[in-house]
C-alpha cells in the first residue's frame, strides 16, 4: 500500500478564442502554483476538453523553460475548479519568499474557509486533502 495526497488537476473553463484573446491563458510555469516538493515527483498533463488549433488557442511550451528560474505569475481571474495529487514522498515548501502573490491568495482562502486568521499555505492545502490508498504501480 502507498498513500497519495491531493495535488494538481485543474479544470479551466477556456472556450476557443477565434482571435479575440478573450480566453488565453498566459505563458506560466505551473510549478509556482504547487507548495511541495521535489519537482520530479509532480507531473502535470493536459487534455483538450474541445477541439484545438493553433488559431483558438491550443497548448504551447516552450523547451528547456522547466531548467531555468521560478518567475513571477499573475493570472486573470478565472473562474476554475481543482484537485491535487501529490506522491507520498512529496514535502511542504514555504513559499513566501518567492511565490508571494500566491501565498496571499491561499491565505485569504483559508481565512474565508475557517474564519481563522493564522493559517499557513500548508494548512489550506491539509484542510482540503484527502488520503487516497492503493497499490504502487510503475508509471
Same mark, same amino acid.
Given at each position: 500500500?502507498?498513500?497519495? =495526497?491531493?495535488?494538481? /488537476?485543474?479544470?479551466?473553463n477556456?472556450?476557443?478564442?477565434?482571435?479575440?484573446?478573450? &480566453?488565453? %491563458?498566459?505563458?506560466?510555469?505551473?510549478?509556482?502554483?504547487?507548495?511541495?516538493?521535489?519537482?520530479?515527483?509532480?507531473?502535470?498533463?493536459?487534455?483538450?476538453?474541445?477541439?484545438?488549433?493553433?488559431?483558438?488557442?491550443?497548448l504551447?511550451?516552450?523547451?528547456?523553460?522547466?531548467?531555468?528560474?521560478? =518567475?513571477?505569475?499573475? /493570472?486573470?481571474?478565472?473562474?476554475?475548479?481543482?484537485?491535487?495529487?501529490?506522491?507520498? &514522498?512529496? %514535502?511542504?515548501?514555504?513559499?513566501?519568499?518567492?511565490?508571494?502573490q500566491?501565498?496571499?491568495?491561499?491565505?485569504?482562502?483559508?481565512?474565508?474557509?475557517?474564519?481563522?486568521?493564522?493559517?499557513?499555505?500548508?494548512?489550506?492545502?491539509?484542510?482540503?486533502?484527502?488520503?487516497?490508498?492503493?497499490?504502487?504501480?510503475?508509471?
Amino acid at each position: 500500500m502507498f498513500v497519495r =495526497e491531493k495535488f494538481k /488537476y485543474l479544470l479551466i473553463n477556456k472556450p476557443p478564442d477565434a482571435g479575440k484573446k478573450t &480566453s488565453r %491563458h498566459p505563458l506560466h510555469q505551473d510549478l509556482y502554483f504547487f507548495p511541495f516538493r521535489p519537482a520530479d515527483r509532480i507531473v502535470c498533463a493536459w487534455t483538450a476538453m474541445e477541439h484545438t488549433y493553433r488559431e483558438n488557442g491550443c497548448l504551447a511550451v516552450l523547451p528547456g523553460t522547466h531548467k531555468g528560474k521560478m =518567475e513571477q505569475h499573475v /493570472y486573470p481571474k478565472w473562474e476554475i475548479i481543482t484537485c491535487h495529487f501529490a506522491d507520498s &514522498s512529496c %514535502h511542504y515548501i514555504e513559499c513566501e519568499d518567492f511565490q508571494e502573490q500566491m501565498t496571499n491568495e491561499y491565505r485569504d482562502m483559508y481565512r474565508k474557509q475557517t474564519g481563522r486568521q493564522d493559517g499557513t499555505i500548508q494548512d489550506l492545502w491539509k484542510l482540503r486533502s484527502r488520503i487516497v490508498q492503493g497499490k504502487r504501480i510503475n508509471l
